[in-house]
Antibody, heavy 120, light 107 residues
Framework: EVQLVESGGGLVQPGGSLRLSCAASGFTFSTYSMNWVRQAPGKGLEWVSYISTSSSTIYYADSVKGRFTISRDNAKNSLYLQVNSLRAEDTAVYYC?????????????WGQGTLVTVSS | DIQMTQSPSSLSPSVGDRVTITCRASQSISIYLNWYQQKPGKAPKLLIYAASSLQSGVPSRFSGSGSGTDFTLTITSLQPEDFATYYCQQSYSTPWTFGQGTKVENK
């Protein structure tokens, strides 16, 4: 059974940092691209970042470029998101999502999410 | 960026009804279109990918159609567990973008 478990969220002041983690199991992690998708309270879904299987290709949404860094450790079956210079508008549930490939990237399995709250 | 627009924003059908949700892209995206279902407090779940391919384990009452700019998600006979919010997502180009969501509410 595919499982994705996020951790690392919490309350942080504006300008602060966090490192989000996603532990994967139930599939061969190294053969799938991975993504972070977020959802602000009561709002819709926003794709945040993508990383390819070997980390050779990385994409970011413009809203987080230069502040967030995605990475992965295939030996540890783990995905990470370093979030810096946090703003109030970054408050959201952050989901890790596995990338399925057929006519582009779709998100075929999701974790339960970790809440990041940016507030003073 | 490709803008995705869903309609309606909400609807209140009855169990057994046929439900149709529309998604329109701001430019042609071929069949690079996916559909998700999200229930309150839960992660989204993939229903349909590549416009019309049913994800494994998803009931056959769900179907998708369309190409280019106009797409449709259809639920042929709404079940109690189908009350949720539905999102479309384009996978044609980054940034991958979602529609604003369609809430299927219980009357």
């Amino acid at each position: 059974e595919v499982q994705l478990v996020e951790s690392g969220g919490g309350l942080v002041q504006p300008g602060g940092s966090l490192r989000l983690s996603c532990a994967a199991s139930g599939f061969t992690f190294s053969t799938y691209s991975m993504n972070w998708v977020r959802q602000a309270p009561g709002k819709g879904l926003e794709w945040v970042s993508y990383i390819s299987t070997s980390s050779s290709t990385i994409y970011y949404a413009d809203s987080v470029k230069g502040r967030f860094t995605i990475s992965r450790d295939n030996a540890k079956n783990s995905l990470y998101l370093q979030v810096n210079s946090l703003r109030a508008e970054d408050t959201a549930v952050y989901y890790c999502a596995r990338g399925g490939t057929y006519y582009g990237i779709h998100f075929d399995y999701w974790g339960q999410g970790t809440l990041v709250t940016v507030s003073s | 960026d490709i803008q995705m627009t869903q309609s309606p924003s909400s609807l209140s059908p009855s169990v057994g009804d046929r439900v149709t949700i529309t998604c329109r892209a701001s430019q042609s995206i071929s069949i690079y279109l996916n559909w998700y279902q999200q229930k309150p407090g839960k992660a989204p779940k993939l229903l349909i990918y590549a416009a019309s391919s049913l994800q494994s384990g998803v009931p056959s009452r769900f179907s998708g159609s369309g190409s280019g700019t106009d797409f449709t998600l259809t639920i042929t006979s709404l079940q109690p567990e189908d009350f949720a919010t539905y999102y479309c997502q384009q996978s044609y180009s980054t940034p991958w973008t979602f529609g604003q969501g369609t809430k299927v509410e219980n009357k």
